[in-house]
């Protein structure tokens, strides 16, 4: 395939980041990566002695792992839902970020579900879902939409790689090993950006596209309904599957713009990924802060209204300040208001004060998802008559906290190893001239808004 | 792997027993537990044993086999998941006549092998509000018509069969704690560690969903109904530890109920006394049936004489509330 001049150019701009493994690489790994045997010990002990060594007991079943799990699938809409409509609709300055999207869709969908696994009291039969699975289930619909979601995740990524990874294939002046330059040319399948070629790929990752919206809405309404589909107060709602969906978009958008700000400083990306993208970005995350909030408000005004014993135990613990009390304040105010102020007033809107907000915004919906999960199993309908603090009040164990940590390691991690391989930016994209879209400019629209 | 082959083994090894006829059920011989076996290694030496049903009968000694399980009557995973044919168990608990006596609890725990923390039966102080009479209520598994756990087990390891009885299989249950979080009475317990002190002989039997017992690290358990004594035509435990005659048991179909001592109508008993099930608004269909708490053969407080200080501060803790 022949390779461009301006694509050259701009190889050559990226090529240093895929060639070298420097000193702040090396430290960085090497700090991830004890973590991650940390991790694995507190595995090691988990499966050992039991989920005794676990905060979770008979009341509170689920703890840290589901509220990671739904964590971690909720920030993988970064690349599936923001980078799958981005590219629908065309929009030019998508370009430099989309795979950074992808990247962290891919790593979280992967990471999510091991957080299940961690759960399981008998990991050893999991393949008891294949042999037994009933269809009547939520955990049956959650293992069928997720396998689909990483596949598709996968194949989005993939798609949308393979013109990057022709020119990696083609370019004879990268300093990298055998088996590397053998792994492009295998994982490029022969592209070689024919006309017809071009066509059925630009085709593929359309439709590709269109796909993974569905898949991802209904994943995170399959996780909603794991929760909705049972008797719980603070569960059993039916709004749950909406109120999951935005508050995934939620966070994916904020994840991505932590992601981004830490590239740009980490690659010194400032000529492409620029102020413009975290405005637009964070103008999104505005929005997307405006409509969760409402679903928040909304959700918890009925059940206040109301007050019906069982739902009013549980906004008994959530507003009260010697239990949940400050933590509702950070995750369902302050994590949603916050952003709003910042990105509404265009004097603070700084590309370092968007990122801050964001990565606050991420934490509070991590603290809320602990906060769907928890209360509520502290609230059973027959109320816990126990003098066992451990079965009265959850409180994760190191074990717990070390997976966690683990799986925020693992996230990083895999980040790092997948920018070392393919340029972080894409140099194909990138290095095109802008599409052309039909009667109207969205580009132009956009940025209007 | 290979303890699931041998298991798989012994159980081919049950089922020719059963095979075997006659035998079954608790042979005595010569002061020591042992009863017949199909084994392959005949000695030609001839032993006399006695059948379930008094008869005596000679067998090869080399086709005994010592059996420390043999009180238990060992039925096949198919067979346990359907139930017992053309019946339909019940449960009537009458709260007029609890005293927090927490004979059941400890029955059940030997019952099961279960640690002292670990209730499968609880009884509960109950106050709605301040200004309503404080009573003892015992909770078991409702067993539900309608469960709302065995409809969300992904695996089918709990599960509802055709004699009303919710079961688990301890083999089967993957440990994702669906059900219990699915389950709105928390009649369900989890085995976080491994069963302590279980008898070498319990250990050694092999698995029957029935049983119970021993409890598997990692699963589910909870009430069960002890359908392994309702198949020897016995009472569920519980039901004759009680002091107090609460607990009624018996057969929907048959339109009959027993605390051992009195044996009553069920449709009568429910209509005279206005017996009613917990939380009829979730749509649950429960099995168990309660009579309120009027005319009691004991005050409240005496339900709190006797108990030791580590079990008046569970219900002090809710009291406090």
Same mark, same amino acid.
């Given at each position: 395939m022949k390779i461009e001049n301006k694509t050259k150019e701009i190889l050559k701009e990226f090529s240093p980041q895929i060639e070298n493994f420097n000193r702040r690489f090396k430290i960085l790994s090497a700090i991830l990566i004890v973590i991650m045997l940390f991790a694995l010990y507190a595995f090691y002990m988990q499966e050992k002695e039991g989920h005794i060594v676990t905060g979770m007991r008979d009341n509170v079943v689920w703890g840290l792992y589901i509220a990671n799990f739904v964590f971690f699938i909720g920030i993988s809409?970064?690349?599936a839902l923001i980078s799958g409509i981005l590219h629908l609709l065309k929009v030019e300055w998508r370009k430099p970020i989309i795979r950074v999207a992808e990247f962290i869709t891919v790593i979280s969908t992967v990471i999510g579900p091991l957080f299940i696994l961690l759960c399981m009291g008998r990991l050893d039969r999991i393949y008891n879902l294949v042999l037994y699975g009933r269809i009547q289930s939520p955990i049956i619909w959650d293992v069928i939409a997720i396998t689909t979601y990483i596949i598709g995740s996968f194949l989005f990524l993939y798609l949308a790689m393979i013109r990057d990874l022709a020119i990696l294939r083609d370019?004879?002046? $990268?300093?990298?090993g055998k088996f590397r330059r053998w792994s492009y040319k295998f994982l490029a399948i022969g592209y070689n950006g024919t006309a017809k070629q071009d066509k059925l790929l630009e085709d593929s990752i359309t439709i590709m596209s269109a796909i993974i919206i569905p898949i991802a809405v209904i994943v995170h309404s399959v996780l909603a309904w794991i929760f909705g589909?049972? $008797?719980r107060p603070g569960w059993h709602s039916t709004i749950f599957a909406p109120y999951f969906v935005i508050a995934a978009v939620f966070s994916g958008t904020g994840v991505l713009i932590v992601a981004l700000w830490a590239y740009r400083r980490y690659f010194h990306l400032e000529k492409y990924i620029t102020k413009k993208h975290f405005d637009y970005l964070g103008m999104l995350l505005l929005i997307l802060a405006a409509i969760y909030g409402y679903f928040t408000f909304s959700e918890y005004l009925t059940d206040w209204y109301t007050s019906e014993t069982w739902n009013a135990r549980v906004l008994e613990k959530l507003f009260n300040f010697n239990e949940y009390g400050w933590w509702f304040l950070f995750a369902a105010i302050i994590g949603i208001l916050l952003p709003m102020i910042v990105i509404g007033i265009p004097k603070l809107r700084t590309i370092n004060s968007v990122t801050a907000v964001s990565f606050i915004a991420v934490i509070a919906l991590w603290v809320k998802r602990y906060l769907i999960i928890v209360p509520t199993l502290e609230t059973p309908l027959f109320p816990i008559q126990d003098n066992r603090i451990e079965w009265i009040k959850y409180s994760a164990t190191w074990v717990e906290w070390a997976l966690t940590l683990g799986g925020v390691a693992t996230f990083i991690f895999s980040f790092m190893l997948l920018s070392k391989y393919v340029p972080i930016i894409p140099v194909s994209l990138v290095s095109k001239p802008p599409e052309k879209t039909e009667s109207l400019n969205v580009e132009e629209k956009v940025e209007t808004v | 792997m290979k303890k699931e082959q041998n298991q798989s083994k012994k159980k081919t090894g049950r089922r020719n027993f059963l095979k075997f006829g006659v035998l079954a059920g608790g042979a005595v011989v010569s002061g020591v537990g042992l009863t017949a076996f199909a084994g392959d290694?005949?000695? =030609?030496e001839k032993v006399k044993v006695m059948t379930t049903d008094g008869k005596l009968a000679e067998v090869d000694s080399g086709m005994l086999h010592s059996c420390n399980s043999c009180s238990s009557s060992y039925v096949s995973n198919e067979e346990a998941r359907k139930g017992i044919p053309d019946r339909k168990f019940v449960m009537v608990v009458d709260l007029s006549r609890c005293k927090n006596a927490r004979k059941c609890v400890s029955a059940c725990q030997n019952m099961h092998y279960l640690p002292k923390d670990k209730e499968w039966i609880t009884v509960n102080l109950m106050? @709605?509000?301040?200004?309503t009479a404080p009573y003892w209520m015992p909770k078991t598994c409702f067993h539900c018509d309608e469960p709302p756990c065995t409809k969300v087990c992904p695996v089918g390891a709990t599960f509802k069969r055709d004699d009303g009885i919710v079961l688990i299989d301890n083999e089967r249950c993957i440990g994702c704690k669906f059900c219990m979080t699915a389950c709105p009475y928390s009649a369900r317990v989890f085995n976080w560690d491994k069963p302590k002190n279980i008898p070498e002989e319990i250990l050694n039997r092999p698995y029957s969903v029935e049983s119970g017992a021993p409890q598997v690290v990692g699963t589910v358990g909870k009430c069960d109904f002890c359908p392994d004594m309702i198949r020897k035509g016995k009472l569920p435990d519980c039901v004759t530890a009680c002091p107090n005659g609460v607990y009624f048991f018996g057969d929907i179909n048959e339109d009959t109920v027993t605390n051992g001592d009195e044996t009553l109508r069920f449709s009568e008993l429910i209509k005279d006394k206005a017996g009613y099930r917990y939380? @009829? @608004?979730? =749509?649950?269909?429960?099995s168990v049936y309660y009579l309120p708490p009027v005319d009691r053969n004991f005050p409240f407080e005496s339900g709190l004489k006797g108990l030791s200080e580590e079990q008046k501060s569970k219900y002090h803790f809710n009291t406090d509330k």
């Open positions: 809409y970064a690349g370019s004879p002046d $990268l300093k990298i589909m049972t $008797l | 290694n005949k000695t =030609g106050q @709605e509000t301040e200004t939380m @009829e @608004e979730l =749509g649950t269909q429960p």
